[in-house]
C-alpha cells in the first residue's frame, strides 16, 4: 500500500474549520483515501474515503487533488469533541481490504 | 451504522496465562476480521488477517503460535495471548469489513486493554 504523509499534530479553535493535510505521493490509480480518527483510548472511527471525487458527509468533507497525490480533511465547525488522532490511509481497492495506519495527525481543539 | 464489539473491555491477567478476546459483529457478516494492536502514544499495527472458515494470515514478526486467531463464523473472530508476559500488555483492537467490496468501510470494536502482571 502507498504511505501517507501527515502533520504530527495541529491545534484548531472551536468553531472554526480544522483543515488536516495528507500528501500521497505515490497512490496508484485503484487506490482510495480514507479518513478514520481515534479518540483516547476507543477503537477508531470512520469519518470519509473517497476516490478522486471531492466528498461530503455529515461528519466531514474530503478535498483530493486532481494528480490525487494530496487530499485534505475538512471539519466545517469544530468542536470539542473532534479532539483526536486523525489517520489518512491510502487503501487498495482489489484484493486484502485491510487498512495500514501511519501516524496520524492529533489535532487539539482549543476553547 | 455497523457494530462491532470486543469482550473483555479490559483485562488483567498473570505472567504465564492464557488470555482470550472476543471480537463480533453484532448486525453483519463478517467474511474477514482484523486484529490490531496498539502501544501508548503509538499507531495501530495490524497483527493479522483472520478469515471465516480458514487459517488467520499474520503480518511479519507477529508469532502464530503466541496469538492465536480463530475465526469460526462470520460474526465472531478471537484472538488468544498465549503464556501472556508483561510485554504483551498492549491495547487489542479489531475490526471487520462488512461488505465484499473493497470499497467498504471497515468497522473498528471499542478495543481490549490486557494488563500482565
Known amino acids: 500500500d502507498a504511505k501517507t504523509t501527515q502533520p504530527p499534530s495541529m491545534d484548531c479553535a472551536e468553531g472554526r474549520a480544522a483543515n488536516l493535510p495528507c500528501n500521497h505521493s505515490?497512490?496508484?490509480?485503484?487506490?482510495?483515501v480514507y479518513w478514520y480518527r481515534q479518540i483516547h483510548s476507543q477503537g477508531p472511527q470512520y469519518i470519509i474515503h473517497?476516490?478522486?471525487n471531492n466528498e461530503t458527509n455529515e461528519m466531514a468533507s474530503l478535498i483530493i487533488t486532481e494528480d490525487r497525490k494530496s487530499s485534505t480533511l475538512i471539519l466545517p465547525h469544530a468542536t470539542l469533541r473532534d479532539t483526536a488522532v486523525y489517520y489518512c490511509?491510502?487503501?487498495?481497492?482489489?484484493?486484502?481490504?485491510?487498512?495500514?495506519f501511519g501516524q496520524g495527525t492529533r489535532l487539539t481543539i482549543n476553547p | 451504522g455497523a457494530v462491532v464489539s470486543q469482550h473483555p473491555s479490559w483485562v488483567i491477567c498473570k505472567s504465564g496465562t492464557s488470555v482470550k478476546i472476543e471480537c463480533r459483529s453484532l448486525?453483519?457478516?463478517?467474511?474477514?476480521m482484523f486484529w490490531y494492536r496498539q502501544f501508548p502514544k503509538q499507531s495501530l499495527m495490524l497483527m493479522a488477517t483472520?478469515?471465516?472458515?480458514?487459517?488467520?494470515?499474520?503480518e511479519q514478526g507477529v508469532e502464530k503460535d503466541k496469538f492465536l486467531i480463530n475465526h469460526a463464523s462470520l460474526t465472531l473472530s478471537t484472538l488468544t495471548v498465549t503464556s501472556a508476559h508483561p510485554e504483551d500488555s498492549s491495547f487489542y483492537i479489531c475490526?471487520?469489513?462488512?461488505?465484499?467490496?473493497?470499497?467498504?468501510?471497515?468497522?473498528f470494536g471499542e478495543g481490549s486493554r490486557l494488563t500482565v502482571l
Open positions: 490511509i491510502v487503501r487498495l481497492i482489489q484484493g486484502a481490504q485491510k487498512l495500514v
Open positions: 475490526s471487520a469489513s462488512r461488505g465484499t467490496s473493497s470499497t467498504g468501510e471497515l468497522f
Open positions: 483472520s478469515n471465516e472458515g480458514s487459517k488467520a494470515t499474520y
Open positions: 473517497g476516490l478522486k
Open positions: 505515490t497512490i496508484s490509480g485503484n487506490e482510495y
Open positions: 448486525d453483519f457478516q463478517a467474511t474477514t
